[in-house]
């Protein structure tokens, strides 16, 4: 009995470094001042939306992937977001819009990885959906939300590979 208390003691203290988390990766996400200028069609509980999306997208799939491990930083734009439907904004500014009005959509990304070794890598996506069969089935945010998801997938397969 003694013998195992002591054993498992001294596994908790081996263990104990090896199983901390690495340190996770900034990820910043900001809205452009192109988008910001957008006021007749969003407001702010959109850019937070947007900014809320873009960062748990990109933080969720790098940290499943683990590519930003080494304490990089990623510092990100949303420079353009267009809605499949009217956003509350518009609704309220044009009396005959309906939420049942959709439209194609999608978002433009720019950015900067900084390593922590001090290497600077551009970020610079975009994704608009081209097809209006699919704008029907969708939320306000539906393309922007997938251009979020398939910018997260390129940025940790590019920097996965490093």
């Known amino acids: 009995m003694r013998i195992s208390l002591v054993i498992l003691a001294l596994g908790a203290v081996v263990a104990s470094p090896a199983m901390a988390a690495p340190e996770v990766s ?18 702010r509980r959109e850019f937070d ?32 977001a267009r809605p499949n439907r ?11 819009l309906s939420y049942q009005s959709f439209g194609v959509g999608g978002a433009r990304v720019s950015g900067e990885y900084r390593a922590a070794s001090g290497a600077r890598t551009p970020v ?10 699919w704008a029907e089935y969708g939320s306000t945010w539906s393309d922007a939300d997938k251009a979020f998801d398939r910018l997260a997938v390129r940025l940790a397969k590019d920097f996965g590979d490093r």
């Open 26 to 43: 900034a990820v910043r996400v900001s809205i452009g001042p192109d988008l910001a200028k957008k006021t007749q069609v969003m407001d």
């Open 49 to 80: 939306y947007l900014t809320r999306e873009l960062k748990r997208s990109v933080e969720k799939t790098l940290d499943r992937s683990g590519a930003l491990a080494d304490g990089g930083e990623l510092d990100l734009v949303i420079e353009d």
């Open 86 to 96: 009217p956003t509350m904004r518009e609704m309220s500014a044009k009396p005959g």
């Open 124 to 133: 610079d996506y975009s994704w608009y959906e081209t097809d209006i069969r």
